[in-house]
């Protein structure tokens, strides 16, 4: 009997999870049409889960969806217009064209019940407050009622996130259903992770390790040239000794980090949206935020930006004021919008 194997970020893991899918796929199929090779039953765990992020320029990920779909999850929210605003994809997965279903992981985690005054979020810290060594503290996503609406577009991937506080540290496990290797598992990891940190501040806890359980892992063949560009850049770059491997760490949520900062956080993101407010940074550094979280502000104003001035160049003192990693990011995903100054390019 083994325990997964362990990586020191999720680049690493990402890596071998595609090798693996691409390489010993035990199944081919095609669920609801997407044809796809699936593995069934993998794992894997990072040591530090705060590394989230791949800096892998075939993959050119998208940092502004990710923090705006941690801080939604975050906020308990299921509104389509939000998300939709940061992956128009998601539009077809609402069923009233309103709000998100199954997908809305937050909703089912951060919001209470008709039945409860405390969230299961809550109720869960409020266990590990008083019972440390405690198993029991799951928090479940999937409803079998979700499987009962005909024709349902959006059936949770996530089965439960569970919180385990060992030796100072509060390690999360993640169970899922499914998982699109290649797409949903960047954000995914990402926004988990993100919890699992926000509720280690909250327990005054060490960040743990976090473990990614998968029923169905799989890759879409429309993603495969996709896949072997990555997989072929990360060979590369570990054999050549004159391809730099880019990789930058990623900061620690600060301690005073609360469900009021989330909450300030996307009051600036829903002015930014709707196109009411222009911030230089500047204005940022004047918030009364700690500068982690004005980074998040400073890609909800690029991508402001990106959606509300079509046709120009994002402004170069915006992309200089991002974190170098998140700026390697941004242009890589957004090359034709970025500003005709070397200086600020990473």
């Known amino acids: 009997m083994q325990t ?55 993959r050119r990920v998208n940092p ?50 008709a039945t409860d005054t405390l969230s299961p979020f809550d109720q869960v810290l409020n266990l590990l407050r008083t019972e440390a060594d405690s198993k029991r503290g799951v928090l479940p996503v999937f409803e079998a009622g979700e499987l009962a609406v005909p024709g349902n577009p959006d059936v949770s991937c996530v089965v439960a996130l569970h919180l385990l506080a060992r030796d100072g540290k509060l390690h999360m496990v993640c169970y899922m259903r499914a998982n699109d290797c290649d797409r949903g598992l960047l954000a995914d990891v990402f926004c988990f992770t993100m919890i699992q940190e926000f509720a280690a501040l909250q327990l005054g806890l060490e960040l743990g390790e976090y473990t990614h359980f998968i029923g169905s892992a799989h890759i879409g063949d429309r993603d495969l040239d996709r896949v072997h560009r990555v997989l072929a850049e990360a060979q590369q770059r570990d054999t050549s000794p004159i391809v730099p491997i880019v990789r930058f760490p990623f900061p620690a949520m600060p301690a005073g980090t609360s469900f009021e900062t989330i909450s300030v956080v996307l009051e600036h993101e829903a002015k930014l949206r709707a196109d009411r407010v222009r911030y230089t940074p500047a204005k940022i550094a004047a918030l009364a935020l700690d500068p982690y979280w004005q980074q998040a502000i400073h890609l909800f104003e690029i991508k402001r930006q990106l959606v509300h001035q079509p046709g120009h160049p994002v402004a170069a003192e915006s992309l200089a004021a991002l974190d170098p990693g998140l700026r390697c990011l941004v242009a890589r995903r957004w090359p034709t919008r970025m500003p005709d100054t070397p200086a600020v390019l990473p």
Do not use: K
């Open 4 to 58: 997964p194997p362990l990586y020191p970020d999720f680049e690493h893991a990402y890596l071998d999870v595609l090798a693996h899918l691409t390489g010993s796929h035990e199944y081919r199929n095609a669920p609801r049409g997407n044809a796809s090779r699936e593995v069934l039953g993998l794992a894997f765990r990072l040591s530090d889960p705060r590394q989230r992020l791949p800096y892998l320029a075939a």
């Open 64 to 113: 502004v969806f990710h923090f705006a779909e941690a801080l939604w999850y975050l906020a308990g929210r299921n509104d389509l217009a939000m998300i939709a605003y940061y992956a128009p994809h998601m539009r077809p997965d609402s069923i009233d064209g309103v709000t998100i279903g199954g997908s809305a992981y937050g909703r089912r985690l951060f919001t209470t019940s």
